[in-house]
Each structure stands twice: as C-alpha cells, then as structure tokens.
C-alpha cells in the first residue's frame, strides 16, 4: 500500500444519538418554561442553562470539526468545538507507546466512553496537563492523570474501532491498546 493510500483513521464532530437526545430534552424544558404560568425566577435560571445549552451542543454537531484522527504524523487530540485551537493536541508517533479505552463513570450508572493516548516519558507537555489538573485528575478518573490529559471522550462523534485499529496497525504494528475497566 502506496502512502498516499495508508489507512487514516478520522472522526468529526456531529449527530450521534447521545446529542441528538441531549438536543431533544433541552427542546423539551425549553418550551416548557416559556408557557404562561411559568415562575419569572424559573425561566432567568432555565432558558440560559436549556435553551443555551442546546445552541451549544447543536453548534458542536454542526462544526463538523476533527474530533480525533490517526494518520501517518501522529495522533490528532480534537479539542472542544468552542475553544478549538485551544484544546487541540498533536501527539507524534515517537511519542506515542499506546492507546487505553476508558469509562468516566457518572451518577445513575451511565458512564461515558474515552480514548486516550499513553505517551514516552517527558513528552511535551499537552492542553491542559498542569500540576493542578493532574491532582485534580488523580482523584476524579480511573486512569493515571497523564494518560486521563491525552485523551478524548467520544461524546458528540463516533468511534469506529476497527478502522482505528487498522490506521494504528499500518502506522504504528505492535502498538498496545488497553481496555481499563
């Protein structure tokens, strides 16, 4: 396989069942807090964090930006649709020594799916990975801080893993994945 013709492995932000049905509800408290009988205090509290909010994840879906990519360079990290240039990583295959497929557990059982890059010992440091995070992130994740800062929760895209296996076989043979519980 020529390199131009090397497996890329590229999801973008857009409609997935989670949005859609985060988008749905958000509809749903928002017209409910626009009929008559509705509390002033109600609607100043309800329409910025519903109606706003669903602009927000709407404007995310609709950005259709690289939410994670693996290509001949690397790893792309997509960062946040809205501080995009901000939050987004590159992590080089010299940096790279494997990938971990995590859960955040969250109230009421549901728990939302991560993938995140292991990287060499003093790499460069990523979006987000300071003193502070770390300690914060030590007591809040199920994986060590500094594979919980390179990595991407798949909220607002969709992980196709067998694609992501084969781009990572032909980039990069022999690299471990790892499932933490």
């Known amino acids: 396989m020529a390199d131009d013709e090397a497996p890329v492995y590229e999801a973008r932000y857009?409609?997935?069942?989670?949005?859609?049905?985060?988008?749905?509800?958000?509809?749903?408290?928002t017209a409910a807090l626009l009929l008559p009988d509705i509390p002033l205090f109600a609607r100043?509290?309800?329409?910025p964090l519903f109606g706003?909010?669903?602009?927000?994840?709407?404007?995310?879906?609709?950005?259709?930006?690289?939410?994670?990519?693996?290509?001949?360079?690397?790893?792309?990290?997509?960062?946040?649709?809205?501080?995009?240039?901000?939050?987004?990583a590159h992590v080089p295959w010299s940096d790279v020594t494997g990938f971990v497929f995590w859960r955040q557990h969250l109230s009421g059982g549901a728990s939302l799916p991560y993938v995140g890059v292991t990287r060499r010992e003093g790499a460069p440091p990523l979006p987000g990975d300071g003193r502070t995070a770390r300690a914060v992130l030590s007591?809040?994740?199920?994986?060590?801080?500094?594979?919980?800062?390179?990595?991407?929760?798949?909220?607002?895209?969709?992980?196709?893993?067998?694609?992501?296996?084969?781009?990572?076989?032909?980039?990069?043979p022999g690299l471990p994945v790892y499932e933490q519980s």
């Open 139 to 172: 007591h809040l994740v199920p994986v060590p801080p500094e594979v919980a800062v390179s990595s991407r929760a798949v909220n607002g895209w969709r992980l196709d893993r067998a694609r992501f296996a084969a781009a990572v076989a032909h980039h990069a």
């Open 14 to 29: 857009g409609w997935d069942r989670r949005t859609v049905g985060i988008l749905a509800l958000c509809a749903v408290f």
């Open 44 to 47: 100043i509290l309800g329409l």
């Open 52 to 88: 706003g909010g669903g602009l927000f994840m709407a404007f995310g879906a609709m950005s259709r930006k690289v939410a994670f990519r693996v290509d001949g360079t690397g790893v792309l990290l997509g960062g946040s649709p809205a501080r995009y240039g901000a939050t987004t």
